[in-house]
Every structure is written in structure tokens, then in C-alpha cells.
């Protein structure tokens, strides 16, 4: 899977502890592979998203899907509204 990351930063997991997080750019949006669903849910949809991750505490570099997004905007409205502290790099 291609991945460009768009945006990264920090946020504070604990009192103690804070954790990566990323936007990355991807040129799908998986579907749900979920046979009820409409196929527009249930199968892979062509076109530019955005994801973010979410480092896995006590795993250091290991992520896990937070959402996909239409537009970097509202990926970074997300993050913002999830967690506590966030700092973003750059």
C-alpha cells in the first residue's frame, strides 16, 4: 500500500507518556468487505484519502487506523477533537 505522509506530530497519551500519530495519503478508501452493506460501503472506492494512525502504546513504530477522510482538513479537525494535547512536527 502506498503510503505519503502528509502531516505527523505527537499527542499526550498519559501524564507521562505521549504517542506518534500521522496523515498519511492513500489512493483508495477500503470498503467494509462486508456483504449487507451497499456496494459504494462494502467495496473499495477509487480516489485520493487520507488516514490517520495512531502509534499502539508499549509498541514503539507500530500503528493502528484512526479513520479515513476526505479532505486533510478534516483528518486534522479529528485529531484535534480526539485527544488532549497535540503537537504537531514541522
Known sequence: ??????KSG?????????LKFKIVQRD????????AD??????DQPGTCYE???EIAGEHERFAG????????EAIN???????VVNWDG
Open 1 to 6: 500500500m502506498n503510503e505519503i505522509i502528509i
Open 78 to 84: 479529528r485529531i484535534s477533537n480526539m485527544v488532549q
Open 38 to 43: 451497499a456496494s459504494i460501503i462494502q467495496d
Open 52 to 54: 490517520i494512525l495512531y
Open 66 to 73: 484512526g479513520g479515513y477522510f476526505r479532505t486533510v482538513n
Open 28 to 35: 483508495f478508501t477500503p470498503g467494509s468487505g462486508d456483504y
Open 10 to 18: 505527537r499527542f499526550k497519551y498519559t501524564e507521562k507518556v505521549s
